[in-house]
């Protein structure tokens, strides 16, 4: 039988300075969110008799669950949207014409492995930005590397590089994002080019959403 623990009276739990030291450990090692769980947590163990691998494999679990949240975060902060928004706050009630059953079959990311283009077209106000960021937050859930750029923004940075002969460098960054989102693309300059010596403009500079 595993070994387990048993009920014990509060004062047989670890001194302060001992649970002090042992949390600063686990600072250390990373382990942020076993720090700050695992006093609650033997508190817990003890009183439902749990065994020593159940809660350890606990921990084990939070602290995986955990990371999980931070990855994801990070994710959605580099990928600088200007809002959050999800499909679940899209209202399709507005957009009678707009099939959600065709957006939620996007939601399953197919498109990215598939390397196929998604582009929303109508006029202002109708959802098309909250649609490509949901989506595209939906990407960073899955641990995809994502991006959102206006069109305006992302003609001057290749304008920029360009000037600057970083146009290569910056292109290949764009080639290893999962999902490069290019909201207003309909607002670019008229008349404007890609630059001279690009070989070959990434895919997002063609359409409103791009893998």
Same mark, same amino acid.
């Given at each position: ?24 450990q ?11 769980? $695992? ?43 200007p809002v ?7 209202? $399709? ?12 079959? *996007? ?11 998604? *582009?929303f077209?109508?006029g ?53 994002l ?19 010596g ?8 063609a ?5």
């Amino acid at each position: 039988m595993s070994p387990r623990f048993t009920k014990a009276p509060p004062q047989t739990g670890l001194p302060e300075t001992e649970s002090s030291m042992l949390k600063g450990q686990l600072t250390k090692l990373g382990l942020h969110s076993v720090a700050a769980t $695992f006093e609650a947590e033997a508190d817990r163990a003890a009183k439902s008799e749990t065994s020593y691998t159940a809660y350890l494999g606990r921990l084990v679990e939070l602290e995986l669950a955990d990371k999980a949240d931070r990855s994801i975060n990070a994710r959605i902060a580099r990928a600088r949207f200007p809002v959050l928004r999800t499909l679940e706050q899209f209202d $399709f009630n507005f957009q009678p014409s707009l099939s959600a059953a065709r957006v939620r079959e *996007l939601a399953s990311l197919a498109f990215l492995d598939q390397a196929v283009n998604v *582009l929303f077209v109508g006029g202002p106000g109708v959802g098309k930005t909250h649609l490509g960021i949901a989506l595209a937050i939906h990407a960073c859930s899955a641990r995809r590397s994502v991006l959102f750029t206006h069109a305006p923004d992302l003609l001057d940075q290749l304008l920029a590089a360009d000037a600057s002969h970083t146009l290569g460098k910056v292109l290949d960054q764009l080639r290893r994002l999962d999902l490069l989102v290019v909201d207003e693309l309909g607002c670019a300059p008229r008349g404007a080019v890609i630059p001279r010596g690009s070989r070959s403009p990434p895919p997002a500079a063609a359409a409103a959403w791009r893998s």
